[in-house]
């Protein structure tokens, strides 16, 4: 399961990523690099939950990469 949503919030960048390898769903996070994931408290990631959370962000950035290409070459018919 992979996703991804972004919302505004007021306290940070609130979104939902889903982190497959550590089974959680980041659903906010602030510039000083502290996380929210769903049903957690805020909390500064460990060097394993930082690598798990960049591959699911850059895995997901592929994936709407792919969108993006497959949607444009769509509307250029």
Do not use: N
């Not at 960048?13 to 390898?21: E, G, K, S």
């Not at 049903?39 to 690598?51: A, I, K, V, Y």
């Amino acid at each position: 399961m992979t996703g991804y949503s972004f919302q505004p919030s007021a306290s940070g960048c609130a979104m939902r990523l889903y982190i497959d390898t550590m089974d959680a769903m980041l659903v906010d996070y602030e510039p000083d690099g502290r996380v929210k994931l769903d049903g957690e408290d805020w909390s500064t990631p460990t060097l394993q939950e930082r690598r798990a959370i960049l591959h699911a962000a850059q895995t997901e950035m592929e994936r709407l990469q792919d969108l993006i290409l497959a949607l444009e070459r769509d509307v250029s018919v």
